[in-house]
């Protein structure tokens, strides 16, 4: 015999569910802030460069738009996959939880946009010379422009740091602030 009286059945807590929708929205978020402020500053840069020269404007916006645009997908890609399904954010989490999954997700975001920096680089760089007349790339022209194609890329992925880690953060903190929003109407709906 027991002391303690009869068992009683503890009700099951509701998990929450992954932030699916909310993260999705975040990405979007993040990409319009990483691909519309790289391109504001390529534009005034070209705008006020060398006496706004428009050879110059369209040389710059030919060869890092492209990048950016394609960079910043696999960094809205991890955003996502992070704040929603792999560290997603909850109702619960204290801000610094928050902030510091928000930082792991620009790492990997950083990492996806790196390798995709490097093959649009690579070909950017490479129509350019196809357009100017080579057809065929020896080994020694491959590795003469390795070292463009790397500072290209590094650029790229440099420029996505400061700007897509704000972002994330911001993005994961609103999404958290949302999802309380969210849980106290639907405790405050609930009660009679």
Excluded: K
């Amino acid at each position: 015999m027991s002391d303690q009286g009869p068992a009683i059945p503890v009700s099951a807590v509701p998990r929450e569910r992954r932030p699916l929708a909310g993260a999705a929205v975040a990405a979007l978020g993040v990409y319009l802030v990483l691909t519309l402020g790289q391109l504001l500053q390529t534009l005034l840069f070209g705008l006020t460069a060398y006496a706004f020269d428009p050879r110059y404007l369209a040389s710059i916006l030919g060869t890092t738009v492209a990048p950016i645009f394609a960079a910043a997908v696999p960094f809205a890609f991890a955003t996502w996959l992070g704040l929603g399904v792999v560290l997603p954010v909850r109702a619960g989490q204290t801000t610094g939880t928050v902030v510091g999954r928000a930082l792991a997700v620009t790492l990997f975001g950083l990492l996806g946009a790196a390798a995709v920096a490097l093959v649009a680089a690579a070909v950017t760089i490479a129509a350019g010379y196809v357009g100017a007349g080579y057809r065929v790339f020896s080994i020694d022209d491959v590795v003469s422009l390795a070292p463009r194609i790397l500072d290209t890329a590094t650029t790229t992925t440099s420029a996505m740091l400061v700007p897509g880690a704000l972002a994330v953060v911001l993005a994961a903190v609103l999404l958290r602030d949302r999802l309380r929003t969210r849980a106290v109407s639907a405790t405050v709906a609930g009660s009679p």
